[in-house]
């Protein structure tokens, strides 16, 4: 690895901490002035309310909570939650938690890129033919409609109506009910796969090594599959980063709608709860995916392309 | 090709099967229950919330229990004694009372129990002091809270004397103390065990102990719990059904939808879906021992004209309000405190006792606003209704008060709608409204939990209501030993309180469920623990 790459990596790596502090100390500051407090009950008199926030440090000026969150964040300890798992590690709820909501991500990305590539090297093969057209109005819809909405429709359709699959997560059948919301997040991976797929594919098929292979008289199986589909794919893998981490937070309504216990949940419950280390412990952990994300990418198109990391401020 | 087509049809009609789920059979043996919120903690000393109550009292039992009818009975206490002064009780505990890990249930697990609720800082730490069970010295305890020393927490009035006798010193008679020996801020720990598991202790089923009718079995956060019944458990033999399934943070439109999918036997449901079940058999309605009211700024120059208090009550139709409103079971409020909540030493209940101070008017409530607008000397008056728009039906009974009220003529109406947090942490304490939609719900049966809001000095009087002969009365009641004396002072209080239209009592709230036919014996209570499941029964 030449001296070049090394410091854009580094670069790449100091940025990303430098972001991830300033995410840090704004949602330790949103969280502290978001109206109310953890302690919303009535039935608590004010000297019984300091009491609890000293047992919490949250009577210490907001500098000082925050310096002391630092320190046990490097540590490790994001605290404990102060309503809805009452005094409970968070770092383990948090983790429980996620691990349906990678879950769901990794599985829409999965299934939605083997359709969708499926979808774009048929539309591409077929161009401007009715099942172009077919991928295409797919592709439109995937993109434009949100998820949630598949969701919606997916759960009154084949949850409440036709009763194939359940409504909400059951435990019992934990594959069964992970269907419907891996569908539903699956259909913008789908479509941008599709739409992407299709691109490269046309765009591979009318290159001059491709009029050659086919010169050859290589069959058109190989031709497709070992020819033009390797090289229209290696774009498409370069968006799948993207695609999985916007999969994240597109998990959080999708849980809500399918009543599944993940990640999402826990942070919109925390939130409404006040309940302030949740909060900071979901949101930090999206924050850190998305900029361990856009750091691989980052670092992956600088390996690829020398143009990157010897972009300006680098000479 | 076809293989893979085989493949993918297999794939799909196994997925499908699994979704349909579900035995033919039905199961009477696990009672499949679902709430709206998750359980908090099975720690009795950190929780304050329904739900985790529900869950502690299946796995846990005090030194009084609560019987089939939700009546107060004896439990892990076989017999108790109550001095002659009345400050001291002396409890004998069961010899067959074990922990689920083996251990007796002594009367230092109490004890222990009970200092850490201070020690922890818990928010239901005040059940011990003054305004409630007033235990020895808990006052000043609870103040110190994390920081007090053990040799200062011996202090606390109550004391193991040996394994199987606890005396615990009041400051003052409190004549419901028994009743609240079964609420779960007093229910035993078994210290060895808690203090081993550290901050881990009633995290998980595993840290978990149980002395009760159950076991914790499975606890998946945000999801369901499952306890199972206690063969160690001393009164076994009343418990019929083998498990009892908590589905945890249900919304009521989902969780209806799985009672009519024959997946729940208990579902509590929102007010937009009673039409839809109230000719149902399942259909259940239960009062909940809260009120609904109008807080009143006594500070406002307006709204200390009694003619103007008593004319905004006059307005309401508080029977429309429940019928055709809320319709969630509610019933229209007689006075502050809610019926069904106390009985009087001669077994009737508050309500009946005290009588009835609200009606719906309009002609006498216009000539009081009338009266109030000459003696203030104003043609009309405007004042502002808060009211939290995220609480359950607050909207609705807001647009319901705006329209009763419009029809004084004179009065002018601002809405004000905030959200409960805003409402119950800064509007209210700082005093920032003229009229607030507000509820109170029992912690004990006793009315002094609804009177004591509208007691000087009390932080939740957040109308500032001051009236010298009330606060006498309620003086009085403190010190009062003699119960039926204090019982009538208690009735006198109330009627000075609503004959001055201290607040706007609206709507003795309730709760409307769906209970499978043919499952019996769930008790309800409109206090404390909600739900007892030791009797249930499936057929």
């Given at each position: 690895?030449?001296?070049?790459?090394?410091?854009?990596?580094g670069?790449?790596?100091?940025?990303?901490?430098?972001?991830?502090?300033?995410?840090?100390t704004?949602?330790?500051?949103?969280?502290?002035?978001?109206?109310?407090?953890?302690?919303?009950?009535?039935?608590?008199?004010?000297?019984?309310?300091?009491?609890?926030?000293?047992?919490?440090?949250?009577?210490?000026?907001?500098?000082?909570q925050?310096?002391?969150?630092l320190?046990?964040?490097?540590?490790g300890?994001?605290?404990?939650?102060?309503?809805?798992?009452?005094?409970?590690?968070v770092?383990?709820?948090?983790?429980?938690?996620a691990?349906?909501?990678?879950?769901?991500?990794?599985?829409?990305t999965?299934?939605?890129?083997?359709?969708?590539?499926?979808?774009?090297?048929?539309?591409?093969?077929?161009?401007?033919?009715?099942?172009?057209?077919?991928?295409?109005?797919?592709?439109?819809?995937g993109?434009?409609?949100?998820?949630?909405?598949?969701?919606?429709?997916?759960?009154?359709?084949?949850?409440?109506?036709?009763?194939?699959?359940?409504?909400?997560?059951?435990?019992?059948?934990?594959?069964?009910?992970?269907i419907?919301?891996?569908?539903?997040?699956?259909?913008?991976?789908?479509?941008?796969?599709a739409?992407?797929?299709?691109?490269?594919?046309?765009?591979?098929?009318?290159?001059?090594?491709?009029?050659?292979?086919q010169?050859?008289?290589?069959?058109?199986?190989?031709?497709?599959f070992?020819?033009?589909?390797?090289?229209?794919?290696?774009?498409?893998?370069?968006i799948l980063?993207?695609?999985?981490?916007?999969?994240?937070?597109?998990?959080?309504?999708?849980?809500?709608?399918?009543?599944?216990?993940?990640?999402?949940?826990?942070?919109?419950?925390?939130?409404?709860?006040?309940?302030?280390?949740?909060?900071?412990?979901?949101?930090?952990?999206?924050?850190?995916?998305?900029?361990?994300?856009?750091?691989i990418?980052?670092?992956?198109y600088?390996?690829?392309?020398?143009?990157?990391?010897?972009?300006?401020g680098?000479? | 090709?076809r293989?893979?087509?085989k493949?993918?049809?297999?794939?799909?009609?196994?997925?499908?099967?699994?979704?349909c789920?579900?035995?033919?059979?039905?199961?009477?043996?696990t009672?499949?229950?679902?709430?709206?919120?998750?359980?908090?903690?099975?720690?009795?000393?950190?929780?304050?919330?329904?739900v985790?109550?529900?869950?502690?009292h299946?796995?846990?039992?005090?030194?009084?229990?609560?019987?089939?009818?939700?009546?107060?009975?004896?439990?892990?206490?076989?017999?108790?004694?109550?001095?002659a002064?009345?400050?001291?009780?002396?409890?004998t505990?069961?010899?067959?009372?074990?922990?689920?890990?083996?251990?007796?249930?002594?009367a230092?697990?109490?004890?222990?129990?009970?200092?850490?609720?201070?020690?922890?800082?818990?928010?239901?730490?005040?059940?011990?002091?003054?305004?409630?069970?007033?235990?020895?010295?808990?006052?000043?305890?609870i103040?110190?809270?994390?920081?007090?020393?053990?040799?200062e927490?011996?202090?606390?009035?109550?004391?193991?004397?040996?394994?199987?006798?606890?005396?615990?010193?009041l400051?003052?008679?409190?004549?419901?103390?028994?009743?609240?020996m079964?609420?779960?801020?007093?229910?035993?720990?078994?210290?060895?065990?808690?203090e081993?598991?550290?901050?881990?202790?009633?995290?998980?089923p595993?840290?978990?102990l149980?002395?009760?009718?159950?076991?914790?079995?499975?606890w998946?956060?945000?999801?369901?719990?499952?306890?199972?019944k206690?063969?160690?458990?001393?009164n076994?033999?009343?418990?019929?059904?083998?498990?009892?399934?908590?589905?945890?943070?249900?919304?009521?439109?989902?969780a209806?939808?799985?009672f009519d999918?024959?997946?729940?036997?208990?579902?509590?449901?929102?007010?937009?879906?009673?039409?839809?079940?109230?000719?149902?058999?399942?259909?259940?309605?239960?009062?909940?021992?809260?009120?609904s009211?109008?807080?009143?700024?006594?500070?406002?120059?307006?709204?200390?004209?009694?003619?103007?208090?008593?004319?905004?009550?006059?307005?309401v139709?508080?029977?429309?309000?429940?019928?055709?409103?809320?319709?969630?079971?509610?019933?229209?409020?007689?006075?502050?405190?809610?019926?069904?909540?106390?009985?009087?030493?001669?077994?009737?209940?508050f309500?009946?006792?005290?009588?009835?101070?609200?009606?719906?008017?309009?002609?006498?409530?216009?000539?009081?606003?009338?009266?109030?607008?000459?003696?203030?000397?104003?043609?009309?008056?405007t004042?502002?209704?808060?009211?939290?728009?995220?609480?359950?039906?607050?909207?609705?009974v807001?647009?319901?008060?705006?329209?009763?009220f419009?029809?004084?003529k004179?009065l002018?109406?601002?809405?004000?709608?905030?959200t409960?947090?805003?409402k119950?942490?800064?509007?209210?304490?700082?005093?920032n409204?003229?009229?607030?939609?507000?509820?109170w719900?029992a912690?004990y049966?006793?009315?002094?939990?609804?009177?004591?809001?509208?007691?000087?000095?009390?932080?939740?009087?957040?109308?500032?209501?001051?009236?010298?002969?009330?606060?006498t009365?309620?003086?009085?009641?403190q010190?009062?030993t003699d119960?039926?004396?204090?019982?009538?002072?208690?009735?006198?209080?109330?009627?000075?309180?609503?004959?001055?239209?201290?607040?706007i009592?609206?709507?003795?709230?309730?709760?409307?469920?769906?209970?499978?036919?043919?499952?019996?014996?769930?008790?309800y209570?409109?206090?404390?623990?909600?739900?007892?499941?030791?009797?249930?029964?499936?057929?």
């Amino acid at each position: 690895m030449d001296k070049s790459m090394l410091k854009y990596i580094g670069k790449r790596l100091l940025i990303s901490v430098v972001t991830l502090f300033v995410i840090l100390t704004v949602l330790f500051l949103m969280t502290r002035f978001m109206p109310g407090t953890p302690f919303n009950s009535e039935k608590l008199s004010p000297e019984q309310l300091k009491v609890i926030e000293a047992k919490y440090g949250l009577d210490k000026p907001i500098p000082v909570q925050f310096f002391n969150y630092l320190k046990n964040m490097l540590k490790g300890d994001f605290g404990v939650s102060y309503v809805l798992y009452k005094d409970q590690n968070v770092s383990e709820l948090v983790m429980q938690r996620a691990k349906l909501s990678f879950l769901y991500g990794i599985s829409a990305t999965i299934f939605g890129t083997i359709i969708g590539m499926l979808l774009g090297i048929v539309a591409a093969l077929n161009r401007n033919k009715i099942w172009d057209n077919i991928a295409t109005v797919i592709s439109v819809l995937g993109v434009s409609i949100p998820s949630f909405v598949f969701a919606l429709l997916l759960v009154i359709i084949f949850g409440v109506n036709l009763e194939w699959a359940p409504v909400m997560f059951m435990e019992d059948s934990p594959i069964s009910s992970s269907i419907l919301p891996v569908l539903a997040l699956s259909m913008s991976v789908i479509a941008n796969v599709a739409r992407f797929t299709r691109t490269e594919m046309i765009s591979v098929l009318g290159s001059e090594y491709m009029t050659l292979a086919q010169a050859k008289g290589l069959d058109r199986r190989t031709l497709i599959f070992k020819h033009a589909l390797r090289n229209a794919l290696i774009p498409v893998i370069t968006i799948l980063g993207p695609i999985l981490v916007n999969l994240m937070t597109g998990t959080m309504v999708v849980e809500q709608i399918c009543v599944a216990p993940g990640l999402g949940t826990l942070l919109i419950q925390s939130i409404q709860a006040n309940d302030y280390n949740i909060v900071m412990a979901c949101s930090f952990l999206y924050a850190f995916m998305y900029i361990i994300m856009m750091l691989i990418i980052d670092i992956s198109y600088g390996l690829i392309d020398p143009r990157i990391r010897l972009g300006k401020g680098d000479n | 090709m076809r293989r893979v087509k085989k493949a993918v049809a297999l794939a799909l009609s196994c997925a499908m099967l699994s979704g349909c789920g579900g035995s033919s059979k039905r199961d009477t043996s696990t009672f499949r229950f679902a709430l709206a919120a998750d359980i908090t903690s099975m720690d009795s000393t950190a929780v304050y919330d329904t739900v985790s109550f529900d869950a502690i009292h299946a796995v846990t039992e005090g030194l009084m229990g609560l019987d089939k009818n939700g009546n107060t009975t004896n439990a892990i206490a076989k017999d108790y004694k109550v001095s002659a002064d009345k400050k001291t009780y002396t409890f004998t505990l069961r010899d067959d009372a074990k922990w689920s890990n083996g251990d007796p249930v002594t009367a230092n697990d109490f004890v222990y129990a009970w200092k850490r609720i201070i020690k922890n800082a818990g928010t239901y730490a005040y059940m011990l002091g003054s305004t409630v069970a007033n235990i020895k010295n808990a006052d000043a305890l609870i103040k110190k809270g994390t920081t007090a020393t053990d040799a200062e927490m011996n202090t606390l009035g109550v004391k193991a004397v040996n394994d199987k006798t606890l005396t615990v010193e009041l400051n003052a008679p409190v004549p419901f103390f028994a009743d609240l020996m079964a609420f779960p801020s007093f229910y035993p720990i078994n210290e060895k065990f808690a203090e081993k598991a550290g901050n881990k202790y009633a995290t998980a089923p595993q840290y978990t102990l149980s002395n009760g009718a159950f076991v914790m079995s499975k606890w998946t956060k945000g999801k369901s719990a499952e306890f199972e019944k206690n063969d160690d458990y001393y009164n076994k033999g009343v418990v019929k059904i083998k498990k009892l399934h908590m589905d945890l943070g249900i919304k009521p439109q989902s969780a209806s939808a799985n009672f009519d999918a024959k997946k729940l036997d208990f579902a509590e449901i929102a007010t937009e879906l009673v039409d839809k079940y109230k000719n149902s058999k399942a259909f259940k309605q239960y009062n909940m021992a809260s009120t609904s009211y109008i807080e009143i700024n006594h500070k406002n120059k307006d709204l200390q004209n009694a003619n103007i208090r008593k004319a905004l009550s006059l307005a309401v139709n508080r029977k429309s309000l429940c019928n055709d409103i809320v319709k969630d079971g509610s019933s229209p409020a007689e006075g502050f405190v809610p019926a069904k909540l106390t009985q009087s030493p001669d077994g009737k209940d508050f309500r009946k006792v005290a009588g009835k101070y609200t009606d719906y008017n309009l002609k006498e409530a216009q000539a009081a606003f009338d009266q109030g607008l000459k003696e203030l000397g104003k043609k009309n008056i405007t004042l502002g209704l808060l009211y939290g728009s995220d609480e359950t039906s607050s909207d609705k009974v807001a647009e319901y008060l705006e329209t009763n009220f419009s029809k004084l003529k004179g009065l002018k109406i601002e809405m004000k709608a905030t959200t409960f947090k805003d409402k119950i942490n800064n509007r209210l304490p700082g005093g920032n409204f003229d009229l607030c939609i507000n509820g109170w719900g029992a912690d004990y049966p006793d009315p002094t939990t609804f009177l004591s809001l509208l007691h000087k000095g009390n932080s939740n009087n957040y109308g500032k209501y001051d009236n010298a002969q009330f606060n006498t009365l309620m003086n009085k009641v403190q010190s009062e030993t003699d119960v039926a004396k204090r019982y009538n002072l208690l009735v006198d209080a109330e009627k000075v309180a609503m004959q001055d239209y201290a607040n706007i009592p609206l709507l003795d709230k309730g709760k409307s469920v769906l209970l499978a036919e043919y499952a019996s014996g769930l008790v309800y209570h409109s206090f404390g623990v909600e739900y007892t499941f030791t009797y249930v029964e499936l057929k």
